[in-house]
């Protein structure tokens, strides 16, 4: 039973995340994680996300910025292949700790920002920090379905606003999500069983998502943008073990 109620927090989290507060995304990767391993959550989650995706279009879509999502797509898809390749390899502690590293570290400089505007005035805007952030969203994506701190610190460092970032970001997950579709496929992590789950918890996700929708359109947008940062930091905080 309460594995039922884990799952069923973890899927209104999905929709909350796919919202506008994607540092929330930590939440349902670490209860999938609990319920069922951290490498079979993967397998479980990603067709749910792949429906909160959409349901995200539904209700943001209009609004994205597709000159972003252009340029972070090339890096995310080399960063994808990247992390399938590592898939089944690469020593998941070390992993977590290089990943909690970088975001805390980005997390950083996105405070000194928000405090300085005129600190790195020119970085977001250099075509090596896209990819760099589009290689390390691509493979956190693949190995843990845990990019949204990835990409809302690129989106926020372009100084986007939340309803474009929240549209280009539902877009951009939505194709990177159903590119994983079958490469976790042939990874044995989708299967029949998996997708029982995903049926059983699935509506719960558009419900997490109004209740988001309804607190972001009352969150200003300094507000807003300290928030996903903070969000943030506590999903880099997770990944490094301090919490």
């Known amino acids: 039973m309460l594995d039922m109620v884990y799952l069923v927090i973890g899927a209104l989290g999905i929709g909350f995340s796919k919202s506008g507060f994607p540092g929330v995304s930590m939440l349902h990767v670490i209860v999938f994680a609990l319920v069922f391993g951290t490498k079979e959550s993967t397998g479980v989650l990603l067709p ?27 890096p995310t898809l080399l960063g994808i292949v990247m992390g399938w390749l590592l898939m089944g390899r690469l020593n998941e502690d070390a992993f977590r700790l290089l990943v909690g590293t970088i975001i805390m570290v980005l ?26 952030l ?37 877009w951009l997950f939505l194709v990177l999500n159903l590119i994983k579709l079958p490469l976790s496929f042939n990874l044995g992590l ?5 997708l029982v789950v995903d049926a059983m918890f699935a509506p719960a996700i558009p419900i997490g998502m109004l209740a988001g929708r309804w607190l972001v359109s009352r969150v200003p947008q300094r507000w807003f943008n300290s928030i996903l940062l903070a969000f943030t930091a506590i999903a880099a905080a997770r990944l490094l073990g301090w919490i």
């Open 190 to 194: 989708i299967h029949l069983e998996s």
């Open 48 to 74: 749910m996300l792949v429906i909160g995706d959409f349901c995200a279009i539904k209700f943001f879509g209009r609004k994205a910025d597709w000159s972003h999502v252009r340029k972070l797509l090339p």
């Open 134 to 170: 589009g290689l390390l969203a691509g493979m956190t994506t693949m190995l843990a379905n845990a990019a949204g701190p990835v990409v809302a610190l690129y989106l926020v460092a372009v100084n986007m606003p939340k309803w474009e970032l929240i549209g280009s970001s539902a």
């Open 107 to 132: 997390t950083g400089i996105q405070v000194l920002r928000l405090w300085r505007p005129e600190s790195f005035d020119g970085v977001p805007h250099t075509p090596w920090f896209a990819i760099v």
